[in-house]
């Protein structure tokens, strides 16, 4: 329900895109230290 309210206020759409960004960014983060991991095994 909130994340609804984030997009249908006009305010908070760059905060909320932005924050987006941000889980997205530490995702592939968290992948590539999966990724390097598994080579130095």
Same mark, same amino acid.
Request: aromatic share 0%; proline share 2%.
């Given at each position: 329900e909130?994340?609804?309210q984030? @997009? +249908? *206020?006009p &305010? $908070?759409?760059? #905060?909320? +895109?932005? *924050?987006?960004? #941000?889980?997205?960014?530490?995702? $592939?983060? #968290?992948l590539?230290?999966?990724?390097? @991991?598994l080579q #130095? &095994?």
């Amino acid at each position: 329900e909130e994340e609804e309210q984030l @997009l +249908s *206020a006009p &305010k $908070e759409e760059s #905060r909320a +895109s932005e *924050a987006m960004r #941000r889980l997205v960014q530490e995702e $592939e983060e #968290r992948l590539i230290l999966q990724r390097d @991991l598994l080579q #130095r &095994k």
